[in-house]
């Protein structure tokens, strides 16, 4: 069959089949009414029925972000006002570690100024405790010097003069000339020295 002899049928079947035949791709009034119909009966049952659940749904949706948002927005600006109050506290701590350390170092600097002022009056009553201990042994080296030296002049004495210098009041006066008289001889090198 060729195109030319389809388009004759068709032309035929029009004038016999009506208005079904003539044009298949157009649909038939009372379909065409119908599909109208029911189409506006869904469209009715999902406007008034599925369209407010979906709007509800999309508002809880939205809600739930927003509040999400939100709660992010809060817990951000709560861990920045944390972040802040950390790190204000640890400048804080970060000054008062300074002053206790300038308070330790100001005690210490005190301590040992303290300790150095003991030491040093230990050490002078130590210097003053040892001068009196020389001063005390010297005096006595002293003592028991002239004793010596008076025992040996009474001696050379009675040696060179031939006399005996027993008595003890003769004895006294030779030593106590003899003790003057080196006296007056170290006083008088000790003059001529400066």
């Known amino acids: 069959m060729s195109a030319l002899s389809a388009v004759l049928a068709a032309t035929e079947g029009e004038e016999e089949g009506g208005w079904a035949n003539a044009y298949p791709i157009i649909p038939h009034p009372a379909e065409l009414i119908a599909g109208f119909i029911f189409f506006a009966i869904i469209l009715f049952v999902v406007a008034k ?6 709007e509800e749904l999309y508002a809880e949706r939205t809600a739930a972000i927003e509040g999400g948002i939100q709660k992010a927005e809060a817990a951000q600006a709560e861990a920045n006002a944390a972040l802040e ?14 002053r206790i ?3 330790a170092r100001a005690e210490g600097a005190q301590i040992l100024a303290e300790l150095r002022e003991r030491a040093q009056a230990e ?15 010297r005096q006595q080296a002293i003592v028991q010097l002239r004793a010596d030296v008076g025992t040996l ?11 005996a210098l027993a008595d003890e009041a003769r004895q006294s006066r030779v030593i106590d000339r003899f003790l003057d008289e080196l ?7 000790a003059d001529g020295a400066r």
């Open 183 to 189: 006296e007056a001889s170290e006083s008088a090198v």
């Open 101 to 103: 350390r300038e308070e």
């Open 123 to 137: 050490s002078a009553r130590i210097v003053a405790a040892g001068e009196q201990q020389i001063a005390a042994e």
């Open 49 to 54: 029925w599925v369209v407010p659940q979906l």
């Open 153 to 163: 002049a009474t001696e050379l004495a009675s040696r060179i003069v031939g006399e």
């Open 85 to 98: 109050e950390y790190q204000n506290q640890l400048v804080e701590a970060r000054a008062e570690a300074g």
